[in-house]
Nanobody, 115 residues
Framework: VQLQASGGGLVQPGGSLRLSCAAS????????MGWYRQAPGKQRESVAT???????NYADSVKGRFTISIDNAVNTVSLQMNSLRPEDTAVYYC??????????WGQGTLVTVSS
């Protein structure tokens, strides 16, 4: 399966962006979908994840600002990002984890928060 992420771009501090990620085909073996990010010079970190049962998990730095959602029918996960800060600048990667424990990563989409 391939993951196609979209929605990145340049936004001013305090602004909003919505990222979306669609799997190339419906995969019933997907357990969790989520977003990670990697800022320049930093390690990749988990931003938010959501299971097919819609159990969510957020990094402390984005709680209350970001919302992850999933559409199981079309294997799409979205990340609504509000009140963006310069420190949110990073390449955001979509990922899926299967019940078997394996995972697939998307190509990444750049989010730049700057005035």
């Amino acid at each position: 399966v391939q993951l196609q992420a979209s929605g990145g771009g340049l936004v001013q501090p305090g602004g909003s962006l919505r990222l979306s990620c669609a799997a190339s085909r419906k995969i019933s073996s997907i357990h969790t979908m989520g977003w990670y990010r990697q800022a320049p010079g930093k390690q990749r970190e988990s931003v938010a994840t959501i299971t097919r049962a819609r159990v969510t998990n957020y990094a402390d730095s984005v709680k209350g600002r970001f919302t992850i959602s999933i559409d199981n029918a079309v294997n799409t996960v979205s990340l609504q990002m509000n009140s963006l800060r310069p420190e949110d600048t990073a390449v955001y990667y979509c990922t899926v984890t299967y019940y078997s424990g394996g995972s697939t990563w998307g190509q990444g989409t750049l989010v730049t928060v700057s005035s």
